[in-house]
T-cell receptor, first 109, second 114 residues
């Protein structure tokens, strides 16, 4: 059974810092991995999708990597801003999305 | 940009009542999903739907739940007799194809059962 874990559970950083969010999954037989952003009480915004054949994807200040063999993905956020404050979720896609518990990020000015 | 929409944004109902949550997936998408998130917990898969039938369902999706695509645009989740523990945010998602394709999520319906 696929289990997805995210660490840290919470992170508070000053504006401008580069940071790394971690996601690990137990079943390497995933088709892809998606990173989402969730603002409090809101829906899920897809940030990046990495196919199982890819090693990384970039979108603006975000870079996500995937290592299927070790069951790990990281989301790198460069030059963090207060507007990045949200919960970040990763989800492994087998034939459905299995979500982690998320990392709650706060970026303070 | 096309997006998944959901109505209502918030639904309050009494225990034992039936509720129908509505979703309009992206128009050219073929696969549809429902997920839920109980407050403070993980987002959990409920059901996937393709070609007018359920592809897969989780153990959460018991006989109290049903899904339907009543016309060419809507996708609904019905809970026949709501329980307190059904209180959650319900998300609809769609994808262009099935496995391996990006899923796009709606803004969610917050269901509160009193």
């Amino acid at each position: 059974k696929q289990e997805v874990t995210q660490i840290p559970a919470a992170l508070s950083v000053p504006e401008g810092e580069n940071l790394v969010l971690n996601c690990s999954f137990t079943d390497s037989a995933i088709y892809n991995l998606q990173w989402f952003r969730q603002d409090p009480g809101k829906g899920l915004t897809s940030l990046l999708l990495i196919q199982s054949s890819q090693r990384e994807q970039t979108s603006g200040r975000l870079n996500a990597s995937l290592d299927k063999s070790s069951g790990r993905s990281t989301l790198y956020i460069a030059a963090s801003q207060p507007g990045d404050s949200a919960t970040y979720l990763c989800a492994g896609n087998t034939d459905k999305l299995i979500f982690g518990t998320g990392t709650r990020l706060q970026v303070f000015p | 940009e096309p997006e998944v929409t959901q109505t209502p944004s918030h639904q309050v109902t009494q225990m034992g009542q039936e509720v129908i949550l509505r979703c309009v997936p992206i128009s050219n998408h073929l696969y549809f999903y429902w997920y839920r998130q109980i407050l403070g917990q993980k987002v959990e898969f409920l059901v996937s739907f393709y070609n007018n039938e359920i592809s897969e369902k989780s153990e959460i999706f018991d006989d109290q739940f049903s899904v339907e695509r009543p016309d060419g645009s809507n996708f609904t989740l019905k809970i026949r007799s709501t329980k307190l523990e059904d209180s959650a945010m319900y998300f609809c998602a769609s994808s262009e194809q099935g496995i391996g394709y990006e899923q796009y999520f709606g803004p969610g319906t917050r269901l509160t059962v009193t």
